[in-house]
């Protein structure tokens, strides 16, 4: 029955895939200040994830990783080594933090659907990007469908 985790700031390094598996309630999930480089296979039910301030790489990303998490509203990944934007994040998503990463190209599909000019991402409020090296303004359809532009650098 277990609905919030906070191992905020353990020095921890790995997380096994199974270890959140019987956890099927768990709503908050914080991986904050540790010395991760993947992400294990999350909980069906989270709405909010942070892993910020870890050492997490894109391809410790699984692409699916978000898809199924249908009810994840805040997820905080700045200030890891990102090199791009997660993929197939969920419709549900409200806050995406990505500052401080090394993202260097997104494309048009990362928020929206390029195949769709009618697509809106109705719920997301927040996209924070900046202190990567990308210039947002070089990107702006992949902007299209957001109703807010993200904070980051757009020289």
């Known amino acids: 029955t277990l609905r919030r985790i906070d191992f905020s700031g353990n020095r921890i390094e790995e997380i096994e895939d199974g270890a959140f598996s019987k956890l099927l309630l768990l709503e908050e999930l914080s991986l904050a200040e540790n010395r991760l480089v993947k992400l294990p296979v999350l909980p069906p039910k ?11 790489k ?21 200030h890891n080594a990102l090199e791009s934007v997660p993929l197939n994040l969920p419709e549900s998503l409200r806050i995406l933090h990505l500052q401080y990463n090394n993202i260097t190209t997104i494309t048009d599909d990362t928020f929206c659907k390029s195949n769709n000019t009618r697509y809106i991402r109705t719920r997301m409020d927040e996209i924070r990007m900046e202190g990567n090296p990308i210039l947002l303004a070089k990107h702006v359809n992949a902007f299209s469908c957001l109703r807010t532009l993200p904070v980051g650098t757009y020289y």
């Open 46 to 56: 989270l709405t909010t994830f942070n892993a910020n301030q870890n050492r997490i």
């Open 58 to 78: 894109s391809r410790g990303i699984k692409a699916n990783a978000f898809r199924k998490l249908t009810n994840l509203a805040y997820l905080y990944l700045g």
